[in-house]
């Protein structure tokens, strides 16, 4: 068969065999919605949508099987790769489509930065969203939900549970609600980092931010220097003081205000290692003591 893109015959051929092929269709041909169907069914997932259409974009049943035939769906192209052609791939209209946006969101939950505003308020979808995130978000995903969900305290509630760390997108009055921020921690220690002020240097907080952690001293750093040394005093044991040492020990050799850490913590190390003496020596005359009375 001679080449020919403004030819159906060959053209379906080609996006039978790949349907990334329909990126060299001629225009006409990539707006036959047969040929379409074809070439998104080859399990190209929805990347091969910028070849398409702009009115087949809006196409439902073409959107759901570009997406249903692919097993990845192309979601990291749409979401890292080329973020910004995202809304390009799909209508604006069937981005407020629930059954698609849940698809969507399943395969990859950055996804919802680009969903509509209607989709953006749906608990069922942000949910899945989060559940599904890959990290790509640096802000958290709740920080795209709208703002009713975001002053959501049962929701929030919901989330924070998933992820702590999506503590950082609830509302400024939920940051400050301690039974919200007590969940986040319990889930991500590093949620500390994300509370109000006033719940950073919180006892009850801080200590379960750390309980389980292995790198207390980076979530301490959360709160203030009295509680911090406090702590690091009380929870930390010699050996997690020296690794913080050792670990930021290129940083110390060159800030002034790395050093002084480093300092402080060496003098923790010794009032650990005076604290243990000293119960010794307690123990020691107990047990002398004891045995004088006997």
Known sequence: MV?????????MQKVKEDGINLEYA???????????????????GIFV???????????REIVLKAIDSSEYAFLSDATSEYP??????ISKDLLNDKEIVLKLVKAGGEILIYVGEKMKNDKEVVLEAIRNSKGYSVDGLLSFASEELRSNKE????????????LEGASEEL??????VLEAVKTDGFALGFASEELRNDREIVLKAIEGEKDKYQILKYTNENLRN?????????????EVIEH???????NEEDLKKSNMIKRIIEQQKKIKEQEAEIAKLKGEHDKDEK
């Open 49 to 59: 949508l910028r070849y398409v259409s702009e009115e087949l974009r809006n196409d």
């Open 230 to 242: 406090e702590y690091m005093l009380k929870y930390m044991s010699e050996e997690e003081l020296q």
């Open 26 to 44: 001629s225009e006409e041909l990539r707006n036959d919605r047969e040929l379409v169907l074809t070439a998104v069914s080859q399990d190209v």
């Open 84 to 89: 910004d052609d995202t809304s390009k791939y």
């Open 248 to 254: 930021n020990d290129w940083i110390i050799k060159t």
């Open 3 to 11: 080449e020919d893109w403004n030819d159906k015959d060959f053209v």
């Open 155 to 166: 929701f929030v509630l919901e989330v924070v549970n998933i992820n702590g760390r999506e």
């Open 175 to 180: 940051r400050n609600d301690r039974e919200v």
